[in-house]
């Protein structure tokens, strides 16, 4: 028994020295050198990193977090549309799918999204036949939906202009 574990000692001993194990942070020449010490890393110029979908804590890799899930400054989101917010929340200009994605635009068939609403460009809204419709008050413009109120200003200050043009042109 005994002599059998120590014939295998020196195959054992070896196994190990074989085995490259490169930190995080430490160089390395193939992907294998870092995994062989942290999962999920891999060999990123020339040096151990996490995997792009996670980060590091604590000399281990974790998996970035998904959209609607918990996060905090430590806890990158795993979507580049999107920021932590208590929760990883999609920014501005996109809605929660699978991935942040773009907005939809006026006239066009709703994303999918709870609700459907969100899916939609601002002040658009999903109506019954599932196009992305701007809400009353707003012009529809390929990509966006203007409040009305702002066109009015824009022609109310154009009118204006006229008349202290053509008020002008009375006096010359
Ligand atoms: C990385 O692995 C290769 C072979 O897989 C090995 O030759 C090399 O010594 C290792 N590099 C480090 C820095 O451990
Ligand atoms: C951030 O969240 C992670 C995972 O839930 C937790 O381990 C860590 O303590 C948190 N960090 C802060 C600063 O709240
Ligand atoms: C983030 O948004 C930009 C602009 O819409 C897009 O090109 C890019 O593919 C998005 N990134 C991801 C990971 O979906
Ligand atoms: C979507 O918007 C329309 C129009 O503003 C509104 O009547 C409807 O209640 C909204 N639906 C949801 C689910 O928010
Ligand atoms: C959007 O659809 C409405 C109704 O079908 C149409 O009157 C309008 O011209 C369309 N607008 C754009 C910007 O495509």
Redesign the pocket.
């Known amino acids: 028994m005994c002599t059998k574990v120590l014939l295998l000692l020196p195959f054992i001993l070896c196994s190990f020295a074989v085995v490259a194990a490169v930190p995080l942070g430490g160089a390395c020449t193939n992907t294998f050198n870092c995994t062989s010490t942290t999962s999920d890393s891999e060999c990123k110029s020339l040096t151990c990193q996490c995997m792009g979908t996670h980060y590091q804590q604590n000399n281990m890799c974790f998996s970035k977090i998904a959209i609607g899930s918990p996060c905090n400054g430590t806890t990158p989101c795993n979507d580049e549309n999107a920021s932590c917010m208590n929760t990883c929340t999609c920014n501005n200009a996109f809605y929660p799918d699978t991935t942040c994605k773009d907005r939809i635009h ?2 066009m068939t709703c994303g999918n999204s709870t609700p459907k609403n969100a899916s939609c460009v601002a002040n658009a809204y999903c109506d019954s036949t599932n196009i992305c419709v701007c809400g009353i008050g707003y012009t ?3 990509t966006s939906c203007n409040s009305a109120v702002t066109i009015a200003v824009v022609e109310m200050s154009t009118m204006i202009l006229c008349f202290v043009l053509a008020y002008f042109e009375v006096l010359k």
């Open positions: 006026p006239n529809t413009t390929t």
